[in-house]
């Protein structure tokens, strides 16, 4: 495994981290069997992986309950993020205020909640699971992150920025007030490569990647003929003529696969790893074996500048979180009461 550094925290992390929304046990990704889901986690970090990355509402709490209780059987350092969700039930996050959608007594209040089921007396990086660039003016929230952070709750404080939206955070990180962002960054969605990740180096701010597989698009396993569980929310993800759309896409990628990359997974994580701006790519791992094909794509080697230059031209302009975004907001705001006594 290789690392690099997180920003201007100093600290140095894994280059794939475990990305932990998977294992909370929901529908959502089909279910998840706890004994699997444990002894990946041990896996991961027997493979060098240092950085955890859940969130609150990642399975009501079961994901962090999951991480915390591997890291209270393990001795190596590993740094777990979280994140809050919004509070807004009355008003769409998407128009609400940030004292709306992230009170300061609720940041508190889902920080203490998360140190509970994660068993920690600090959480390394606390991060709002949703932004928007409006909420910049306003104060509350960062001050309240700061003052958790002085009580010695939370180490540093990030982002997680919304869909496709990696422009939304280019004032936020030009500030100087967050230490990392989480953002969506595949072959298919190169948009962050654009501004955000120029801003990010020139400020140091960490960037932490999501969904380098496009949800499973880029993993060469879906065909216009597979079907998801009930309540898979890739059913909603890869809907009408999606898949097909996605086939197409795909097969023209599979060209691209030889010695510098043999699989298509391989390729994807690759091409994440090739920005000097990313700090680690997050990769779901349900399984002992994803977390051996994860992992074994950190060995030091870089794409070249030829094949970089190809795959810039599979960029794919579009927004299938959509529908799902609005559903998965409004099931945010249901869950939050329920996760949190404000």
């Known amino acids: 495994m290789h690392y690099r550094t997180l920003g201007k925290t100093g600290i140095t992390i894994s280059e794939i981290g475990y990305g932990a929304w998977g294992i909370g046990g929901t529908k959502l990704w089909g279910g998840a069997r706890d004994e699997e889901s444990l002894a990946a986690l041990h896996a991961a970090i027997d493979a060098g992986i240092n950085l955890i990355d859940t969130a609150l509402i990642y399975g009501n709490g079961h994901s962090e309950a999951l991480v915390g209780q591997v890291l209270r059987a393990r001795r190596e350092r590993v740094f777990v993020a979280t994140k809050i969700p919004p509070l807004t039930t009355t008003i769409p996050t998407r128009w609400a205020s940030v004292k709306q959608a992230f009170p300061a007594n609720h940041i508190v209040a889902c920080t203490e909640q998360s140190l509970k089921n994660l068993n920690l007396d600090c959480i390394d990086l606390q991060q709002l699971h949703i932004w928007r660039d409006k909420w910049l003016k306003d104060d509350d929230w960062i001050e309240a992150l700061m003052k958790m952070k002085e ?192």
């Not at 007030?177 to 955000?196: G, R, T, W």
Request: hydrophobic share 40%; with cysteine; proline share 4%.
């Open 151 to 342: 009580a010695g709750k939370i180490r540093w404080i990030g982002v997680s920025l919304p869909n496709h939206e990696s422009d939304s955070a280019l004032r936020l990180v030009k500030s100087g007030l967050i230490d990392s962002v989480q953002v969506i960054y595949n072959i298919f969605d190169q948009s962050p490569a654009e501004a955000l990740f120029p801003a990010c180096l020139e400020r140091k701010i960490g960037v932490i990647v999501r969904c380098p597989f496009d949800e499973g698009g880029l993993t060469g396993t879906i065909t216009a003929d597979t079907s998801f569980p009930s309540g898979d929310f890739r059913d909603s993800y890869f809907a009408g003529d999606r898949k097909t759309q996605l086939v197409v896409r795909v097969n023209s990628l599979l060209n691209l696969l030889g010695n510098e990359a043999r699989t298509l997974p391989e390729l994807a994580l690759r091409f994440c790893l090739a920005h000097p701006a990313v700090s680690t790519v997050l990769a779901g791992m349900r399984t002992q074996q994803h977390v051996v094909e994860n992992c074994m794509v950190s060995d030091g080697r870089a794409l070249h500048a030829g094949l970089l230059r190809e795959l810039k031209a599979h960029a794919w302009p579009r927004n299938f979180y959509e529908s799902y975004a609005v559903g998965l907001l409004s099931k945010f705001e249901r869950l939050t009461k329920k996760l949190i006594r404000c």
